[in-house]
DNA sequence: GGTTGACTCTCCGGCTACCGGAGGGTGGAA
DNA sequence: TTCCACCCTCCGGTAGCCGGAGAGTCAACC
């Protein structure tokens, strides 16, 4: 047997806010149960009451309004399920990078500059197996690990152990989604390959820098090259060139680790007094 | 030695998009080293790359931008420690909150009702210690646990071992921050103590459930006792009271907890047919 | 039957931390 | 000069609500 309540005593049942509620009303995802058609007074049902801690429960792990509506809809078991893992797994993403990030800042406010060693090098124009992509930020991890493994799989079917790479557009830093090209350099006269293409890398010069160890710090890396290009080159246009001379397909200790940053560059510059 | 570099390029440097910074200029957060009088054009400095690097990484630690600047801008190395201190420990617990959801909310999903007793009790009026406040809803938890260790050494002092409890405001739990009441019933005729009140508490009838266990479901306790008042009883004002029969200072176990909670009503219904 | 007071309604604006785009001015190279 | 990439400001929108204004409603009390 169920009864029906008001707003506020709904809101009292719940723990939502009459806003909330009113909100949700709005959106259509809780509904009450008859609206009186003069007064405009809601009614909701205690029946309603599962749902709506459901809802509360969904939206304290921050999960958006269309998913929780989503969830809320299906009957389905699996899909739920599929949906709420999906959304846990996100949790634990941010959460791993929580840390991360959390590491590198204690770092960075007990101050001491990491040295830079900047080396300029004319790289010459070379053919690679690519694999470009428009890619969010956040999933670069992933996209690199899978893309890699590919290119991997593929030059080692060919016996081609270059040092592999990627370039990234400026948008992809600066807007945080943009074209990314992971590269694996091959012969001039290379076959083509399933899954993979053949691009043409152009020649230049290039500011690089060694980035050393995890990635936490990889940013002040890049700034500090940056940095460095700023004062004492001319940038040249086309997008920057990571390098992965010891990457974490190589070996599992991060501390290991060796990417080389390339920051094109118009020529070499001449050293200061 | 450093060199100024325009909007486009600065983003290239922090990985902070164009947008980004315009609004850290407007709000004054990290104002360009310059600004054109005549073409509006801003110039960063290469030197504040080390700054924006650092609000870039607590942003992403999801810190309101007020914090950010009271960080950015004291160079009391104590201070800092401070204010990321504290930003870390919300994180935490955070955490920990989201762990608790997210078991409550498996239970919750592969449905089953626990059963819930519902008994009705007239409770008459009682004296007690009280310490009254406004509480915000996500620090109940700390709150709770300091008081509730006053309170207990109030009483032990003078040989006071009732059953302690709290009443909570409507606002505490539809608006997120309410007056709540920790009480610890003593005789009428008890003497006044430092650091709390003596409080009346007005006597009445009661639906009370007993919430065993962990207080992960203590919302849906609260739901499915406000849905049986709802549908079986007239409810009266005033705020609803918690007992805290097995407490977390009585034992650690969590399986072991007991609290009552008691929603007032006018009078006790008679059984249906 | 009128009045009170608690409750409810809708609508509008605001909040954070930006993003997207329009419309228009700038700077350096060809 | 003309191009094009870059830069400017301003306006509006995003999510998930909150706060308040102004007005209607409900039940109780006198």
Tied chains: 1, 2.
Excluded: N
């Excluded at 956040?138 to 899978?146: A, M, Q, S, V």
């Amino acid at each position: 047997m169920t009864a029906t309540v008001t707003v506020g005593e709904f809101s009292r049942l719940t723990h939502l806010s009459v806003k909330t509620l009113h909100h949700y009303h709005e959106i259509g995802l809780l509904a009450p149960a008859s609206v009186d058609s003069s007064s405009g007074y809601r009614r909701y049902d205690t029946a309603q009451v599962d749902t709506a801690l459901l809802i509360r429960r969904l939206r304290e792990l921050r999960m958006p309004l269309p998913e929780v509506r989503q969830l809320v809809e299906t009957s389905d078991g699996t899909e739920r399920e599929e949906t709420l893992r999906a959304h846990l797994e996100r949790m634990e993403q941010e959460l791993a990078h929580t840390r991360e990030v959390v590491t590198s800042l204690r770092e960075m406010l007990t101050p001491g500059q990491p040295a830079l060693d900047v080396e300029y090098r004319f790289i010459p124009a070379f053919r690679a197996y690519g694999v470009r992509d428009q890619v969010e930020r956040e999933l670069i991890g992933p996209w690199c690990e899978r893309t890699f493994r590919q290119l991997g799989e593929v030059g080692t079917a060919r016996g081609i152990f270059a040092t592999s790479g990627a370039t990234y557009s400026d948008e992809f830093f600066t807007d945080d989604t943009g074209e990314v090209v992971a590269f694996l350099p091959v012969a001039p006269d290379q076959e083509p390959a399933d899954g993979v293409e053949l691009v043409d890398l152009p020649g230049g010069f290039f500011a690089i820098a060694v980035h050393a160890g995890p990635l936490t710090d990889f940013d002040r890396t890049y700034g500090a090259l940056g940095s460095h290009v700023a004062e004492h080159c001319e940038v040249a246009p086309g997008p920057i060139r990571e390098l992965y001379v010891v990457s974490p397909g190589d070996v599992d200790d991060p501390a290991a680790w060796r990417t080389e940053i390339c920051w094109p560059i118009q020529r070499i510059p001449a050293p200061k007094g």
